[in-house]
Each structure stands twice: as C-alpha cells, then as structure tokens.
C-alpha cells in the first residue's frame, strides 16, 4: 500500500486550523488525545487503488446500502480494483481490531428533513454527534462527495436563534421546564447554523478522520460536520463507525 501523506492541498487546509491534527498512521489517529480547540484527527493519505470500479461493481439496493466484506469478495476486479479493495478490507480489519464497528455504505442520498420550514434534523445540516459512553466518530469517503466539518467559534446553536427558539417552543407547547429535554428528544440541539464568515473544511477523499463526539467525559467541545450535498448518478463509498 502506497500512500503520499502530505499532499499540498490538505497540508495547507490543516496547517491554518486549529480544529484539526494530521497524524501519520492508525496508532497515532486512535491512540492521540483530543486537546483545547483540536477535535478532529485526520489520518492524511492519498491511495492507490480503483475505487471507482469498486463502486461501479457494487449493487445499490436501498439509498443507503450496507456492503458486507463478503460483497466486497465476490466483486471481480482489475489490477488497482483489488488494490482499493484491500485497502477497505485492511480499513475495516484495523477499525475493528481496536474494538469499533465500521460500516461500509454505498450511498445515493440520505433521507431529507423536510417536515420544519424553520429547522432541519437531517445529517446535511451541521451538527454533532452525541453518545452516552465514551467514543469517537470515525469516518472515511473513498468515492464520491465528501464530508464538512467547521470550528465551533464559526457556527451558532440552532436552539439558541431567537426566531428559531421562539417556533420551538410553540411547538413544544408544554412546561417550560420540559423544553430543554423536548430539545434533547427530537435532537433539535445537536444542529447549527454557519456564521457569515465560516469556513467549513472538505474532509477529502481516501484520509481516515476521527471527529470528537459530544459524550459526558468528553474534554473537547464536539466535531460540527455535515453530510455533502450528492449529485444525482454519482455514489459515495463511505466507511463510518
């Protein structure tokens, strides 16, 4: 496996953020400690490989498609198809190893929150995610459009904008000391709105990230990120536990 961890791109995007720390390896991505504003670890690398044929390969049976290691062994593939393949087969192997449970997706599009003109709960609106025990977000795109994340000083609780707040509470319509656990509920305060002057991070294709999740033992504030926006006919292969 040949990797160029320092392409010019990413370099310089996670050199000018304090948001983000490049490591060189897996033991570095999983073993180094989230600390003041860092609340993202990328794994930076530029693979080898035909991931596009990998996709092309696979079957999409649902807009989101969970692909098994045995789907992934039964495509027949060239040279470099096997090549991208043994890099998600090695993927899968070591995020598992260290005790997580990656899923690798053959993605269309996610499912849209439609049903609030005011709000929106779905995963292409920046927010966090959130866990009772201690654990991290790791996540992969190795075709396709990928993934956002943007410094928390640069973003503005949804739940927290007067005029969103105000609908909210019209929705809830009950005491007002339940507002706050009706928030938590229906996961309205996991969501975020970009400030004008925000500049969200692409997190690029074939780089390992890990995202800091907002857990009780956490000592970071948690990773603000989104899903992209797809364009139509184009599938994404991402790998997320």
Wanted: overall charge negative; some cysteine.
């Amino acid at each position: 496996m040949v990797y160029d961890l320092f392409n010019s791109h990413m370099k310089n995007t996670i050199s000018d953020s304090n948001q983000i720390r490049q490591v060189s390896s897996f033991s570095e991505l999983v073993n180094t400690n989230f600390h003041g504003e860092t609340n993202a670890l990328c794994w930076n690398r530029n693979l080898i490989g035909d991931f596009k044929e990998v996709v092309d390969k696979l079957e999409l049976k649902e807009n989101i498609t969970e692909v098994s290691i045995e789907d992934l062994l039964a495509l027949q593939l060239s040279e470099k198809g096997n090549l991208a393949r043994q890099i998600i087969l090695e993927d899968i192997q070591q995020l598992s190893d260290f005790g997580a449970s990656p899923v690798l997706n053959l993605l269309k599009h996610y499912e849209r929150d439609e049903e609030l003109d005011f709000i929106s709960t779905d995963v292409y609106s920046f927010h966090v995610d959130r866990s009772p025990i201690e654990t991290d977000t790791f996540l992969c795109t190795y075709h396709g459009a990928a993934s956002d994340i943007v410094a928390n000083n640069h973003v503005e609780q949804k739940v927290l904008i007067p005029e969103i707040r105000e609908k909210l509470k019209e929705l809830h319509d009950g005491p007002e000391a339940e507002f706050e656990a009706f928030l938590a509920e229906y996961f309205f305060d996991l969501h975020y709105q970009p400030k004008p002057d925000a500049q969200p991070v692409n997190l690029g294709t074939g780089h390992i990230w890990r995202l800091a999740v907002d857990h009780p033992t956490q000592k970071v504030l948690p990773c603000v990120h989104r899903a992209p926006i797809e364009k139509d006919g184009k599938y994404r292969l991402l790998l997320i536990c």
